[in-house]
């Protein structure tokens, strides 16, 4: 679907199986891969692809606490000038889409209007940052494309990512093109409090080639760095962390580690950060939410920008 040699429904099912797979496991869910016979290219990359594929259809297991149907697959539609304006933001033309529905307890019309906000979610604290969706949205919209929410109260849910059709093989993907994310070899350590948060940026990170290794904490985080011996690049961490903030982390780390360079990365508010002593015009910083585009320059800009 998204290029020459790439294979959606092997993606899809990876990732279907990923999510499902997910601890504790969901055994109770009746899964239904529905793929068009007729292979297309759409201009996509496919790591953010699979990232998509993750969230939406984790999203639909989280919408069935109780069990259910999901149903994911492709398809091919045209949208003639009628049809393209009842699907807003689109414009009329052929489609590549990837559909993921579940039988879950779906949405009321106000909840289904915000869900594609940064950080609004309705799973109770602790079960969800509302990032997974947001993000979802930024990557199809940065290819081109469109999502689609269908779902009302005790009827399930629908999401449809509209993606625009190429007439043909010749157009190098958008992940091959000049403006594809700079990527690179080097180790970072992720020091992020979130577990959700972590393991999506360590995913975007290590599709891009980096070493990643994972801490929840600051404490964590220098004992990963005392195991391998300070063998880091990058320390990216969290601005506001239990048991010790970012800035307080850094500073530690920097003086044991020479040559470290340092991006820090928060979704609260410029006052908060300050109050953490970074100043954001001074340092490297990374708002959340972050495209995996975004991450990836900020990533190497402070790799190849001067120690901290």
Same mark, same amino acid.
């Given at each position: 679907?998204?290029?020459? #040699? ?13 999510? $499902?797979?997910? @601890? ?6 009746? +899964? ?13 990359? @496919?790591?953010? $692809?699979?990232? +998509? ?16 149907? $999901? ?9 003639? %000038? ?9 414009? @009329?033309? %052929? ?10 307890? #779906? ?16 799973? &109770? ?27 009302? !109260? ?14 043909? /093989?010749? !157009? ?9 994310? &700079? ?61 010790? #903030?970012?800035?307080?982390?850094? %500073? ?6 020479? #040559? ?22 001074? +340092?490297? *910083?990374? !708002?959340? !939410? *972050?495209? @995996? ?13 001067? /120690?901290?």
């Amino acid at each position: 679907m998204p290029d020459q #040699g790439y294979h959606a429904g092997s993606a899809v099912t990876r990732q279907v199986c990923r999510a $499902l797979d997910t @601890p504790p496991g969901r055994h109770d869910i009746e +899964v239904v891969i529905e793929l068009d016979s007729d292979a297309c290219l759409t201009r996509v990359d @496919p790591g953010q $692809l699979e990232q +998509v594929i993750l969230n939406l259809v984790a999203n639909a297991r989280d919408a069935m606490p109780a069990g259910g149907m $999901l149903r994911v697959g492709t398809a091919k539609i045209v949208l003639d %000038e009628a049809a393209s304006r009842r699907h807003a933001e689109t414009n @009329p033309g %052929e489609y590549v889409t990837l559909f993921v529905t579940d039988t879950g307890v #779906g949405m009321t019309p106000e909840v289904r209007a915000r869900i594609f906000e940064p950080f609004f979610t309705t799973k &109770p604290p602790g079960s969800g940052t509302g990032l997974g969706l947001a993000m979802c949205y930024g990557i199809v919209k940065q290819s081109g494309g469109h999502v689609q929410v269908e779902s009302d !109260p005790g009827q399930g849910s629908r999401f449809t990512v509209l993606l625009p059709r190429e007439a043909s /093989a010749a !157009p190098v993907p958008a992940a091959a093109s000049d403006g594809h994310p &700079p990527a690179g070899h080097e180790t970072i350590l992720l020091v992020e409090d979130d577990a959700s948060v972590r393991e999506l940026t360590s995913r975007m990170l290590g599709s891009a080639g980096y070493r990643v290794i994972e801490a929840s904490d600051a404490a964590t985080a220098r004992e990963c760095a005392e195991k391998i011996g300070g063998a880091i690049d990058l320390l990216l961490a969290d601005v506001v962390m239990p048991g010790g #903030g970012g800035q307080e982390l850094a %500073e530690a780390m920097t003086a044991r580690i020479p #040559g470290l360079r340092v991006l820090f990365m928060s979704g609260y508010t410029a006052d908060v950060v300050l109050r953490q002593g970074i100043v954001q015009e001074e +340092v490297a *910083f990374l !708002p959340k !939410p *972050f495209s @995996p585009d975004a991450l990836a320059v900020a990533v190497r800009e402070a790799l190849d920008g001067p /120690a901290t």
